[in-house]
Each structure stands twice: as C-alpha cells, then as structure tokens.
C-alpha cells in the first residue's frame, strides 16, 4: 500500500517528510500528523492517513488527536510559568497552597517532587469508576487523602494518570481556575492553536478516532493476569474507570465524556501544530510569544528522578525534572538539554533550548515499547540540524 504524504518541508529538510512516510510502513489504519519549527519557523508541516479507519474519514491538517501523557509536559509549563511568575515555589509543600494534601503523612511532599512523581500517588488505592474520573472534586479527595503508597523520599514511579489531578489541583488553587482553563487562557488562546484540556462537545467530532496495534493489547493483557497488587497496571486502569491499554472501540478515550472531562495526565487533545508551537513557545518567541524564561527552564529541567522505579520494571528508564520528561535511553530527543513529554501510543512533543526548536507528533495508531516511528523522524532531524 501506498500512502499519500500531505503538506511541505522547508528546501533542505526534504529527510524529514521521508521518515514521516517511513512510518507507515505496514499500517493502513494509521492517521499522523508531524509538525516542526525551527526559530519559530515551520520546517516540517505533513499529515496523512485515516483519522477514523471505521469510516474512512482522512487525516486533515488541523485533525486533533489525544495526545495522553505529553498533556503532562504542556501542565509542567503552567507550574513553571507560575515558579518563573513567583506565584508557585517548587520547594514549597503542596498544603501551603492545598491544605487538604497534608492528611495522611503528605505534608511534607513538595510541588517540586509531585511533579517528579514522587508523592507516593501513582495509583489510587480505593477502585475508582469512569463516573469518578470526570468528577474532578471526586478524584482530588480521594488523592488529597491517600496514605502514599511508599516511604516518601525513597524513590519515584511514575504517575501514569494520578499526576495530571495532583498537579492541576495545586494549580487550580494558586490561580483560582480550571487546569483546562488556564491553558487556554495562557497558552492556546495566546498562540491561537488548537489544544484543549477538556475538549467541548461542540467539537467531539473532530478528535481522530484511536486504534490499540495488537503487540500494545497483548502487552497490557499480560500485565493484566500478574497478581495484585500490581500497582503500575492500577496507576492506568485507576481500578475500574478505564481500559489498561486507555481505549476500547467506543470506551475510554474514544468517548466523548472522558475527553470532555479536564483529566491533565492523559486527556489533552491537541494537533501536531498546535504541540509543536507550544514546545516551541517555551524556547523562543512563537507566534509572539514567549512561555517560559531560561532561568525557569534551567531550574525546571535539573533531574529530579531517573533509575529504576519503586515498583520496579524494564530498563530503559526515563529521567524526569520538574514534571518535564528529560533525554535518555527511554526517550531520545536532540540530546541534553532537550524537555518535553512522549505520550501513549506513539505521542512525541519537545523543545531543544539550544536550537530553539519544538517538535509535535500525534498519532491515532497506538503502539508499544517496539515504536520506532516518532524516534525515527527525530534522529532524522538531529543530522539536519
């Protein structure tokens, strides 16, 4: 099968649209979008495929996508842009801005260390069910009054979807609104992309349409038979609210009422142009605007947490600063310096400070720890740039 390659590279970057079409290789079903700036500048803006292999119906240039965990790096820049504005202060204990979280043990926990995914929440210990899930008071008591689920200050595991309400509480109460709000406010509407946490339902048609690869299934049913309590599997079921592997047919991400609801960890729904001008924005001026300054990026990309996790698991392991997902074996980027957020599926965006560049990759063909394809495009980009 051949597939028919959308849009345009700048002269010189024609490499790029290559490996775009190098992904899919062997996947019909497959929709993508990649979009690229350098200096604030497109180098790369190319779509193709199926955003609903169901109907048939294309992959357009403005189709969003859920973009799951890269919603964690665009929140990461709210909390820094509210450090940079000494609104926030990441060595602050969350109850000084959210009382409620020091029950249980947890008023020592630093926002600084519940973005690295160490607060000991990576998984709600009661079985939490999709009528939980988009109640967002519901989800913030529970994890407010959790006992941690290990000694704190020995270690991190990551925070799959736990990590998107903590956050987004801590924010809420500093600014007085919505996590989905906020972004709108300061990011989408500034930049004029398309990126929502909570997308409306006046737009519930547009989002693209996602499909599990088979090795993805296969991976999480395997996870699924091993004995409880297997407290990585619950950190991405949160018990009964949602599929392990995030979508069904018509459940979990593919229904309108979970992405309608404001769920930071995984829910942003956001085109590879909008990803990309955001990453972008926070490196150099983008449309005009600038999120982040370099003495925030500077202290907000140290390494807070890298190695093997509490719970334990595969190498490679990714390394993490304050909430951003830094380079390593687990996900490369440019090389260091680089920050960002790789998501569910096949999801990549970043910024690299030194080239000022940002990066957006959304996909609707989920895929496991095989996927090559975003890394692929982005070791094309290194030796272009």
């Given at each position: 099968m051949s597939i028919t390659i959308n849009g345009s590279v700048r002269p010189g970057f024609e490499p790029l649209a290559e490996a775009f079409e190098r992904a899919f290789e062997g996947r019909p079903a497959m929709g993508a979008g990649l979009y690229i700036l350098l200096e604030g500048q497109c180098i790369a803006d190319l779509w193709a495929g199926v955003a609903d292999a169901r109907t048939g119906r294309p992959w357009l240039r403005n189709t969003p996508s859920t973009i799951f965990s890269c919603t964690k790096g665009l929140v990461s820049i709210l909390a820094a842009r509210l450090v940079e504005q000494g609104l926030l202060d990441y060595h602050a204990p969350v109850s000084r801005y959210w009382p409620e979280f020091a029950a249980a043990g947890k008023d020592k926990v630093t926002v600084g260390q519940a973005l690295a995914h160490q607060a000991g929440l990576s998984a709600p210990r009661a079985a939490l069910s999709e009528d939980d899930i988009v109640d967002w008071?519901?989800?913030?008591?529970?994890?407010?009054?959790?006992?941690?689920?290990?000694?704190?200050?020995?270690?991190?595991?990551?925070?799959?979807?736990?990590?998107?309400?903590?956050?987004?509480?801590?924010?809420?109460?500093?600014?007085?609104?919505?996590?989905?709000?906020?972004?709108?406010?300061?990011?989408?509407?500034?930049?004029?992309?398309?990126?929502?946490?909570?997308?409306?339902?006046?737009?519930?048609?547009?989002?693209?349409?996602?499909?599990?690869?088979?090795?993805?299934s296969a991976l999480w049913a395997e996870e699924a038979a091993k004995p409880a309590p297997n407290w990585p599997y619950k950190a991405m079921t949160l018990g009964n609210a949602l599929p392990a592997d995030l979508v069904t047919e018509e459940g979990g991400f593919n229904r309108q009422r979970i992405r309608a609801a404001e769920i930071p960890g995984a829910g942003g729904i956001a085109t590879a142009e909008a990803l990309a001008n955001m990453w972008s924005a926070t490196v150099t001026p983008t449309r005009g605007v600038r999120l982040l300054d370099d003495a925030v990026i500077a202290e907000a990309t140290r390494t807070q947490s890298q190695g093997m996790p509490v719970f334990g698991g595969d190498p490679p392991y990714s390394r993490w600063g304050y909430g951003f997902q830094l380079d390593s074996e687990a996900r490369r980027y440019l090389g260091d310096g680089c920050f960002g957020h790789d998501g569910a599926g096949g999801q990549v965006g970043f910024a690299d400070p030194a080239r000022h560049i940002g990066f957006g990759f959304v996909t609707n063909w989920m895929m496991g720890p095989e996927d090559q394809r975003a890394t692929q495009i982005i070791d094309t980009l290194r030796t272009l740039v």
């Open positions: 008071d519901r989800v913030v008591s529970v994890l407010a009054a959790q006992e941690p689920l290990w000694p704190l200050g020995t270690g991190y595991q990551y925070h799959a979807l736990t990590h998107g309400w903590v956050v987004g509480e801590i924010l809420r109460r500093v600014t007085g609104k919505s996590v989905g709000t906020y972004f709108r406010d300061t990011i989408t509407a500034p930049l004029g992309v398309d990126a929502w946490i909570g997308v409306p339902d006046a737009l519930a048609d547009r989002p693209a349409h996602l499909q599990v690869s088979p090795p993805l």
